[in-house]
Nanobody, 125 residues
Framework: QVQLVESGGGLVQAGGSLRLSCAAS????????MGWFRQAPGKEREFVAA????????YNEGSVKGRFTISRDNAKNTVYLEMNSLRPEDTAVYYC??????????????????WGQGTQVTVSA
């Protein structure tokens, strides 16, 4: 099992930027894909972005393409989500997650067995 702690959320005006961080501990971080998900009030949790274990492959959900960038620093056991041109509809609790299986790349929520506690992102109009 891996422990995940997100930080960096907050309140920002539309068009602004935030960078989320997720610090991992407890197992070999560098062997696992990492993902970001979000859940808005009254909505189901949705996939945002994922990055492969070595950082060479990334995938973003359609509405955040060109605005959000996922990256990782395996030396620091940390994954980041750089969010630019934020919109009110980006308001949600953002979670980082790690899958149960090493090495394989996935974006399916069901494949992610470890989750952080979440960090709130609020974008005002």
């Amino acid at each position: 099992q891996v422990q995940l702690v997100e930080s960096g959320g907050g309140l920002v005006q539309a068009g602004g930027s935030l960078r989320l961080s997720c610090a991992a501990s407890g197992r070999s971080f560098s062997f696992y894909t990492m993902g970001w998900f979000r859940q808005a009030p009254g909505k189901e949790r949705e996939f945002v972005a994922a990055i492969s274990y070595n950082g060479r492959r990334t995938y973003n959900e359609g509405s955040v393409k060109g605005r959000f960038t996922i990256s990782r620093d395996n030396a620091k056991n940390t994954v980041y989500l750089e969010m630019n041109s934020l919109r009110p509809e980006d308001t949600a609790v953002y979670y980082c997650a790690a899958p149960s299986e090493p090495l394989s790349f996935t974006t399916r929520s069901a494949d992610f067995g470890s989750w952080g506690q979440g960090t709130q992102v609020t974008v005002s109009a």
